[in-house]
C-alpha cells in the first residue's frame, strides 16, 4: 500500500479542505501513469470529490464513487446551511451521475443518493464501512470502567455542545461515573469554567492505539450528531463493547438495529432525550447481566462491521467489475483475466 498526502488549505475548523494545482497535477499524473487502474473516488468532501471525478471525465477514465455522505452541516446558522445543500447537492449530481459504479457505505447513504440524484440504480451497491479487527481482537474487554467517551471533531455537524451540556449535569449526579469528552475544533465545553472533576476534556485528537485502548477499558459511547453515513466510531466501539447511546439519524439507526440496542437511541439535538438515554445505559452496566450484554453487542458488531467482512465484499465487487470491464474491451471471445 503506498500514500501520498497534498497539503490544503481547511476551513470551517480544519473539517473542510480546499484543494489546489498541486492535488489537481497527481492526479492527472497518477492516472496517466497508470492507464489500467481501477479509480475509487471517496465522496467525503464535494470539492475533492468533484474536481477527482472531473479529470476523469476529461481524461476518459471510468472510476467507482464511494459515497459516505449525507445532509452536511457545516453552519449553526440554518440558512448558510440550505444554501451549502444545495451547492452541494448540484456539484454532486456531476460526481455521481458521472460514476461507472457507486457504493454506498449504509442502507442510509443508499438511500439519500436514491431520493436526491439521478442515476441507473443497477450501478449501485453496498459495502459498510469496516473496523480492523485484528487489532480489536487483541483487546481485554472484560475489565470494563464506569467511563462514557464522547470522540470526535467538535464541529456543527457532530453536535458536541449538547452532550458537553448532558455530560457536565449527569457528572453531578453519578460522582461515580466518568464522563470523557474528547476531540478538537469549537464546543461550548472550551467555556466552561467550573465542572466536576468527573467530567474530563482532553482537546486533541486520540491515536487510534490511545483510542481502542480507551474504549476496551470504557462502558458507554455517544454519538450526538446531526447526520451520520454509517459511523466508524460507532462500530469500533461496539466492537470493543461498549453500550452505544446513538441520535435518531437514519445511519445511527441502521447500526442500532444490527447491534439490537434501540433502546438507547435518543432524539437528535433533544437534550432530555439524550439524558434520559444516558442514563438508561448507566442502569443497564449495573445489571446483573452486563458482562453477557457487552459480550452480546461486540459479537454482533464484529459479525457486522469487521474490515474482514468489508474487504471479502469488496474483492468481490472488483473482481466482478473487472471482468466486466475485459468482456467490454475484447476484441475476441478469448479472455485471460487475473487480478490480485
Known sequence: FAGESVKTINLFNNSYPIIG??????????????????????????LSSVVASFICFVLNKPYILISHTTNSNYFKNKLFNKIGEIFESIFSQFVVGKADRIIAVSKTNAKYLEDNFKFDSEKLEIITNGFDVKKILTLDISRKEKLIVFNTKWIPVKNPDITAL?????????????????????????TFDNHPKNFEVIERFLTQEELFNLLSRSSIYVNSSHNEGLSLGIVEATGLGNIPVLSDV??????????????FIFERNNYSSLITSIEKAIKACEHKKIRQTRIHIANRSRKYFANTKTFKKYRNFLSRYRLIKSFKGAKTTKIEYSYT
Open 21 to 46: 494545482l498541486r492535488f489537481i497535477y497527481k492526479i492527472i499524473k497518477l492516472l496517466r501513469n497508470n492507464p489500467d487502474a481501477t479509480v475509487l473516488i471517496h465522496d467525503r468532501h464535494v
Open 166 to 190: 448532558a455530560f457536565r449535569k449527569l457528572a453531578k449526579k453519578y460522582p461515580k461515573w466518568t464522563f470523557l469528552f474528547t476531540g478538537r475544533g469549537e464546543s461550548i465545553v472550551q
Open 250 to 263: 437514519p445511519g445511527n439507526i441502521q447500526v442500532a438495529t444490527k447491534l439490537l440496542t434501540k433502546r
